[in-house]
């Protein structure tokens, strides 16, 4: 069974619309800048929440009370796809971000790299790979 509403297989949501990640973060004050300064928008924001966006897609953070600091090691990302990853991959380095993983060309046919948030996320950029 997959997640279609009905028996005749319409879809029940856009998939912009589907499957948003909601992170939990410690300060919003903190997170805000750091992912508008990376190229999200600000869709809607209210007291302890806002709605990013990038592209079609969206991101919601929430600020929880008391929220611990993040583990030592990542245990996920969210891949951006972008149309020039150098150009990323310098403005992180502006930023001082901490790499997790460094740029490179992978097997799987994208060059990516991967960066950690104020929370503990990994940021992953990626290009599709000429060819791919």
Do not use: H
Not at 71 to 100: Q, Y
Not at 120 to 130: D, E, N, V
Request: aromatic content about 10%; overall charge negative.
């Amino acid at each position: 069974m997959t997640g279609d509403a009905n028996s005749a297989g319409k879809k029940y949501a856009e998939a912009n619309e589907q499957l948003i990640v909601e992170l939990y973060v410690r300060n919003l004050k903190q997170s805000i800048p750091f992912y508008v300064e990376l190229g999200f928008t600000i869709c809607r924001e209210e007291p302890g929440f806002v709605e990013l966006g990038w592209d079609e897609s969206r991101l919601y953070l929430e600020q929880i009370p008391a929220q611990p600091d993040p583990p030592k090691t990542l245990v996920a990302n969210i891949r951006i796809l972008v149309p020039d990853i150098d150009r990323f991959w310098s403005k992180c380095g502006e930023m001082n971000l901490t790499v997790v993983k460094e740029i490179a060309d992978r097997d799987y046919g994208l060059r990516d790299f991967t960066v950690v948030s104020p929370d503990g996320i990994g940021l992953r950029f990626a290009s599709r790979l000429p060819g791919r």
